[in-house]
């Protein structure tokens, strides 16, 4: 039996199952390749977070219209979850970032250059403790003694303030 999604093309859940199998290869096939120490481009982490978040977006999407129609009443009106919601607005922040960071990190200005490198750095990494490791490097510096450190407290506080506008700024919705 033959179900219909909106879509009038005969054979394209064959063909979609098709892809979806080669999907499935390829992401047994990384996720043994890397450990959880493995440094890995930005770029890669994007794409992994976009893949997953359409996958995801399909899936409930179908799953939605098969309960829907089949008079069920698990259907919801917003099938993505907050993971989904979170993973996808980090992508889309990293992917703002991503070129002023570059042009950053290659910057005369030490302050600038050393915020881009340790913010890059940090989104690669731990891009879902970006904002509250920022926030706590900045609370603890206002609560350092100067003395102690010297003058790379002036320095340190100039570059987790400006780690915190540019992330703050990335994560901000892009404007139409």
Do not use: C
């Amino acid at each position: 039996m033959s179900r219909n999604f909106d879509y009038p093309m005969p054979y394209q859940g064959k063909m979609a199952k098709s892809a979806l199998s080669q999907i499935e290869r390829d992401a047994r096939a990384l996720r043994s390749m890397l450990q959880d120490g493995d440094l890995i481009p930005q770029w890669n982490h994007y794409k992994i977070a976009v893949a997953a978040h359409d996958i995801s977006k399909v899936r409930n999407y179908l799953q939605y219209e098969m309960e829907r129609r089949a008079g069920g009443e698990l259907a919801r009106a917003n099938p993505a979850t907050p993971e989904d919601v979170e993973s996808f607005r980090l992508a889309k922040a990293i992917e703002r970032l991503t070129l002023k960071l570059a042009k950053d990190e290659r910057s005369s200005d030490p302050i600038v250059r050393s915020a881009a490198v340790q913010l890059h750095a940090l989104l690669l990494n731990q891009p879902h403790n970006a904002t509250t490791f920022i926030r706590e490097m900045r609370a603890n510096l206002a609560k350092t003694d100067v003395g102690s450190v010297g003058r790379k407290h002036t320095v340190l506080v100039k570059v987790y303030e400006r780690m915190d506008k540019l992330w703050t700024a990335a994560q901000q919705p892009a404007k139409r």
